[in-house]
């Protein structure tokens, strides 16, 4: 499982800096930022990823011991909204962030590549069908999550609007609490009522 | 090694120990040039694999000092460099010129340089001071070595307490089914590899000896322990053909 782990990673760090070596621009923005870490925590299952930017590239890590400079911790939903949307904001998302919060900021800025096409980037690096079935794997599990994440926000609220139409107000809910603390001490008195007359017998 | 005669394994042939060296030394001036391409497709590029989950188990911090023994063409040099920063150090030693030369080379033209030391060394007898290092790593290396005892002694010298010796090497595999594979693989296409890509199919053959030469996993945590590390343990990658030992100088 380790070494399936490892090549994935290893992939995907490749893939990503041979990115680099095409766009220019985009590698001399990060270079700015060279020496700088941030750890990416993948909830719920705490996957973590530490991606280490230096003068040449990218290199990613496992390692989970490491003081990362920031970390972003969230679902892969929220994860993905911040990566694939260019104005998405960092604060507010449902992601955590531990550390330099500027930092994140600044790595933000420096990945938005304009006219970067992922789809087009991914064929000239594997050729056009393995993209194409990839893409088309991917793109149902990135809407599901999506679409999952927002039912859930649409029926949790739904579900409180009906409750709350359901539940009495207080006023009537104090009355029954009286008549329910009346109901008892009559209770207590007639057990002790019969309590007595057994006694007397 | 026998110490009446004085004699030691070259592969499966017995030789005099100060020939060992010289043998060793012929195979890897003859292989340097293309040892990565050839350590890329006798493993199917897994040896990237095996060295990364050594690399993310070193704990290396920037402000480190790592010896990288037996360094060859420096490809955990070259991650390590990144780790330690400007503040750390690290030193790629190879008792083999022509490969230290290779990985040199490499490393400059990959852009790494100001942190990276080089320097030919035996492994048994390292040139440097006492509690030098926080992390030593041999990847590979430690079969090729004469006096492997010799080797992990001069390694703790050098460790600072608490120091971290990694021992990335071949080793037995716990599958019989695997075992019968890989010998196939190790001693029938190995060597015709080696001959059509490095026009050398006796080096190769010797790396394959040499493997099934090199102490098993249980052996070699004893040798450490021997040695005077402490919390020495190993872990199996691939089914046992790689084994990572890890011990730390009390």
Redesign the interface.
Same mark, same amino acid.
């Given at each position: 499982m380790q070494l399936l782990t490892a090549a994935l990673v290893e992939s995907v760090e490749a893939a990503l800096n041979l990115l680099l070596k095409t766009r220019p621009m985009l590698g001399e923005r990060l270079q700015n930022l060279s020496g700088k870490t941030l750890r990416i925590v993948l909830l719920p299952q705490n996957w973590t990823l530490l991606i280490r930017l230096h003068a040449e590239g990218i290199e990613l890590s496992q390692d989970s011991d490491f003081d990362a400079d920031v970390t972003l911790k969230g679902e892969l939903g929220v994860l993905i909204k911040l990566i694939t949307e260019p104005r998405s904001v960092l604060f507010g998302q449902g992601a955590k962030i531990d550390g330099d919060a500027a930092l994140l900021q600044r790595i933000q800025k420096a990945m938005r590549e304009p006219g970067l096409d992922w789809e087009l980037w991914l064929s000239e690096q594997l050729g056009d069908l393995p993209t194409s079935a990839l893409t088309q794997a991917f793109a149902p599990l990135a809407t599901s999550l999506q679409e999952g994440r927002g039912s859930l926000e649409r029926n949790l609220k739904s579900y409180l609007q009906e409750e709350l139409e359901a539940l009495p107000p207080r006023a009537e809910y104090e009355l029954w609490t009286d008549q329910i603390s009346k109901a008892r001490i009559q209770a207590e008195q007639l057990e002790r009522r019969i309590a007595k007359l057994c006694k007397a017998k | 090694m026998s110490d009446d005669n004085k004699t030691t394994h070259f592969g499966y042939t017995e030789v005099p120990v100060e020939e060992k060296v010289k043998r060793v030394a012929d195979v890897f001036h003859s292989v340097a040039a293309k040892y990565d391409v050839m350590n890329d497709l006798m493993s199917g590029g897994?040896h *990237?694999?095996w060295k *990364?989950?050594t690399?993310?188990s070193s =704990?290396a *911090?920037a402000g480190n000092s790592i010896l990288d023994i037996a360094g060859g063409t420096g490809d955990l040099t070259k991650?390590f460099s990144?780790?330690v =920063?400007p503040t750390g150090k690290v030193v790629l030693a190879d008792i083999n010129a022509s490969m230290l030369n290779v990985g040199r080379d490499k490393l400059i033209n990959? =852009?790494v340089s100001g942190n990276v030391e080089y320097c030919q060394a035996n492994a048994e007898c390292l040139p440097f001071a006492e509690n030098t290092f926080d992390i030593i790593t041999i990847a590979f290396g430690l079969r090729n070595v004469t006096d492997k005892d010799a080797a992990i002694r001069s390694m703790l010298r050098v460790l600072k307490p608490g120091g971290k010796l990694m021992i990335l090497e071949f080793s037995k595999t716990d599958n019989p089914l695997l075992t019968k594979a890989y010998d196939f693989y190790s001693f029938n296409i190995l060597p015709k590899m080696g001959q059509v890509i490095a026009n050398d199919a006796e080096s190769y053959r010797y790396l394959a000896e040499s493997i099934r030469m090199h102490p098993d996993q249980e052996t070699l945590k004893g040798m450490m322990d021997e040695a005077g590390f402490v919390n020495t343990r190993y872990r199996n990658?691939?089914g046992g053909v790689v084994a990572l030992h890890t011990g730390i100088k009390p």
């Amino acid at each position: 499982m380790q070494l399936l782990t490892a090549a994935l990673v290893e992939s995907v760090e490749a893939a990503l800096n041979l990115l680099l070596k095409t766009r220019p621009m985009l590698g001399e923005r990060l270079q700015n930022l060279s020496g700088k870490t941030l750890r990416i925590v993948l909830l719920p299952q705490n996957w973590t990823l530490l991606i280490r930017l230096h003068a040449e590239g990218i290199e990613l890590s496992q390692d989970s011991d490491f003081d990362a400079d920031v970390t972003l911790k969230g679902e892969l939903g929220v994860l993905i909204k911040l990566i694939t949307e260019p104005r998405s904001v960092l604060f507010g998302q449902g992601a955590k962030i531990d550390g330099d919060a500027a930092l994140l900021q600044r790595i933000q800025k420096a990945m938005r590549e304009p006219g970067l096409d992922w789809e087009l980037w991914l064929s000239e690096q594997l050729g056009d069908l393995p993209t194409s079935a990839l893409t088309q794997a991917f793109a149902p599990l990135a809407t599901s999550l999506q679409e999952g994440r927002g039912s859930l926000e649409r029926n949790l609220k739904s579900y409180l609007q009906e409750e709350l139409e359901a539940l009495p107000p207080r006023a009537e809910y104090e009355l029954w609490t009286d008549q329910i603390s009346k109901a008892r001490i009559q209770a207590e008195q007639l057990e002790r009522r019969i309590a007595k007359l057994c006694k007397a017998k | 090694m026998s110490d009446d005669n004085k004699t030691t394994h070259f592969g499966y042939t017995e030789v005099p120990v100060e020939e060992k060296v010289k043998r060793v030394a012929d195979v890897f001036h003859s292989v340097a040039a293309k040892y990565d391409v050839m350590n890329d497709l006798m493993s199917g590029g897994v040896h *990237r694999l095996w060295k *990364r989950i050594t690399i993310e188990s070193s =704990g290396a *911090r920037a402000g480190n000092s790592i010896l990288d023994i037996a360094g060859g063409t420096g490809d955990l040099t070259k991650k390590f460099s990144r780790i330690v =920063g400007p503040t750390g150090k690290v030193v790629l030693a190879d008792i083999n010129a022509s490969m230290l030369n290779v990985g040199r080379d490499k490393l400059i033209n990959s =852009g790494v340089s100001g942190n990276v030391e080089y320097c030919q060394a035996n492994a048994e007898c390292l040139p440097f001071a006492e509690n030098t290092f926080d992390i030593i790593t041999i990847a590979f290396g430690l079969r090729n070595v004469t006096d492997k005892d010799a080797a992990i002694r001069s390694m703790l010298r050098v460790l600072k307490p608490g120091g971290k010796l990694m021992i990335l090497e071949f080793s037995k595999t716990d599958n019989p089914l695997l075992t019968k594979a890989y010998d196939f693989y190790s001693f029938n296409i190995l060597p015709k590899m080696g001959q059509v890509i490095a026009n050398d199919a006796e080096s190769y053959r010797y790396l394959a000896e040499s493997i099934r030469m090199h102490p098993d996993q249980e052996t070699l945590k004893g040798m450490m322990d021997e040695a005077g590390f402490v919390n020495t343990r190993y872990r199996n990658m691939t089914g046992g053909v790689v084994a990572l030992h890890t011990g730390i100088k009390p």
